[in-house]
């Protein structure tokens, strides 16, 4: 055999059987029956592969140890769909390379079968990601926007501060509830409630992470790079936004197969006008009511 062709065969090999080894992983920590029986027909699929490819290479492979572990983190993390989505991603034209080498019969069967059988998994936490998307991105285009109006009217950290919380804890609690009045008068599938505490509790996380840095930096010391420590404040709240944003979009984009830049930067241009409408509205404010620091 082509030494060429036995390298690429090997690659293949080690794949199937590092595959094999993230389904049988996943499968154990399911606790749904279904999922669990999918996942493990997944597994018995990849092992079979692994079998038809040793018998041409005549050589045993053992799995990618870091791969195994890193889709197993991934998966308690972000949920197993995330994992299996991430995996099959990096190996989105696996097929044709199957047909190159003659082995047609498993390119059909990564095309079809396995998709099929992945397209059957579900996860709870899917259900909802509406309610988390309603959540963070309300708080994120809302509060984001406030405390740009607040920190440029009161030019105060600790009062942009308490009046970011007190704003962004009880908008989490109306959220929520609006959430739960919406999910029941829709009458949609799932329960009411998680749908209400998935849109409170993302909601109420981004708004401590877009407060923190008027917590954290302290407003007795001189600013940075010639600006105002309220500033920095306000600089380090939108790098923030704008990781969060990133994060999620990029989940999402893996889970539902979309594209990540043009919802990312919707998203980041929304936050943006949002805010520059904000700071516009906080300064003229502030001058209105005679409010300067």
């Not at 592969?49 to 045993?60: M, R, Y």
């Not at 008027?214 to 939108?238: H, V, W």
């Not at 805010?275 to 001058?287: K, N």
Request: aromatic share 8%; with cysteine.
């Amino acid at each position: 055999m082509e030494e060429v062709r036995l390298k690429r065969l090997l690659s293949l090999q080690k794949m199937e059987a590092t595959e094999a080894e993230v389904y049988r992983r996943l499968a154990k920590i399911q606790n749904d029956p279904v999922n669990k029986s999918i996942l493990e027909g997944i597994a018995l699929e990849e092992e079979r592969h692994e079998l038809v490819i040793s018998k041409i290479t005549e050589q045993k492979v053992s799995p990618d140890w870091f791969q195994v572990i890193k889709h197993v983190i991934l998966a308690r993390v972000f949920g197993f769909t995330f994992s299996i989505m991430m995996m099959e991603e990096t190996e989105r034209d696996i097929s044709s390379e199957y047909r190159s080498l003659g082995l047609v019969e498993i390119a059909e069967e990564e095309e079809k079968h396995e998709q099929e059988m992945i397209s059957m998994l579900e996860e709870e936490r899917l259900q909802y990601s509406g309610s988390i998307v309603l959540g963070m991105s309300d708080a994120l285009i809302e509060l984001t926007g406030a405390l740009a109006g607040l920190t440029f009217a009161l030019k105060d950290m600790d009062l942009v501060a308490l009046a970011g919380l007190v704003t962004g804890i009880a908008a989490a609690f109306s959220m929520g509830a609006s959430e739960y009045l919406s999910s029941r008068a829709e009458k949609r599938e799932g329960s009411a409630i998680k749908a209400a505490f998935f849109t409170w509790i993302s909601y109420l996380i981004t708004v401590i992470l877009l407060v923190s840095p008027y917590l954290i930096l302290d407003s007795t010391k001189e600013g940075l790079a010639g600006l105002e420590m309220y500033e920095a404040s306000l600089i380090c709240t939108f790098a923030i936004g704008l990781f969060i944003v990133g994060v999620f979009n990029f989940y999402t984009s893996v889970v539902e197969r979309v594209s990540f830049k043009s919802r990312f930067f919707e998203m980041t241009g929304i936050l943006g006008v949002v805010s520059l409408i904000s700071y516009g509205i906080g300064v003229a404010l502030g001058i209105a009511l005679g409010v300067d620091a």
